[in-house]
């Protein structure tokens, strides 16, 4: 049984390039949540979403950040118009509906130069 | 709101010496309250969970916490740490009410010495 997968595992983008960021859950598992790791700190929420939709996005940053959960395939951070102050470790987890245990993906490591 | 402090930012230990790890939180409201190791480069990986009942609560790898509600609480123990028990631990809450979002403590790095 595959854990939650992420890839890339390392992303390198000049300033002003787009990121994506993608994010399978466990299999049975239809929530999937976004969180961003900057150097030195803990983990900061950003996103909750369902297949389809997005029930809570109150840490994510107003502009340029977005992120879906479409009815097939992986959950997808978009970062648009990276600086350099996006560098950081984006973690992925998952859960089953309606159960408080998230497993955490191996995360991606974006570099923005 | 809610959040989590963990008072130490790192932790020298000596192998098969015991540890403790502190973490302190706040909220209003009753929480469900975890332990995160992270091992270089890897992602989380859950150490142990108290949901409700026993207050006293064990994980993998032997290592427990204890849930104290007067104190706002839940340490991190080991008896006897090993050198691959050197990791970031992560202290993390999240409410009844939302249990979606989890709260992260900043991290304690426990490196053990030889």
């Known amino acids: 049984n595959a854990g939650v997968m992420q890839n890339p595992r390392h992303l390198v983008r000049r300033r002003g390039q787009e990121a994506r960021l993608r994010c399978s859950p466990m299999k049975g598992h239809s929530h999937v949540y976004w969180y961003r790791q900057l150097p030195e700190e803990g983990l900061k929420f950003m996103v909750y979403?369902?297949?389809?939709?997005?029930?809570?996005e109150s840490g994510m940053p107003k502009e340029r950040f977005s992120a879906e959960f479409p009815k097939e395939g992986p959950s997808i951070l978009r970062i648009q118009q990276v600086v350099r102050g996006d560098s950081a470790a984006y973690f992925c987890?998952?859960?089953?509906?309606?159960?408080?245990?998230?497993?955490f993906g191996p995360g991606t490591r974006l570099t923005v130069t | 709101a809610q959040s989590v402090t963990q008072l130490d930012s790192q932790v020298p230990v000596f192998e098969e010496a015991p540890v403790e790890l502190r973490c302190n939180y706040s909220?209003?409201?009753?929480?469900?309250l975890f332990w995160y190791v992270q091992y270089p480069n890897q992602g989380l990986q859950l150490l142990l969970k108290y949901l409700s009942g026993s207050t006293l609560v064990k994980g993998i790898n032997g290592f427990e916490a204890e849930f104290n509600k007067s104190q706002t609480s839940f340490h991190l123990r080991k008896p006897s740490v090993h050198i691959s028990d050197t990791a970031e631990y992560f202290c993390?809450?999240?409410?009844?009410?939302?249990?979606?979002?989890?709260?992260f403590g900043s991290g304690t790095r426990l490196s053990i010495r030889p």
């Open positions: 909220s209003s409201v009753s929480v469900y």
């Open positions: 979403l369902q297949k389809e939709n997005i029930i809570d």
């Open positions: 987890a998952s859960s089953r509906q309606d159960s408080y245990e998230q497993y």
């Open positions: 993390a809450v999240s409410d009844y009410s939302s249990a979606s979002k989890i709260i």
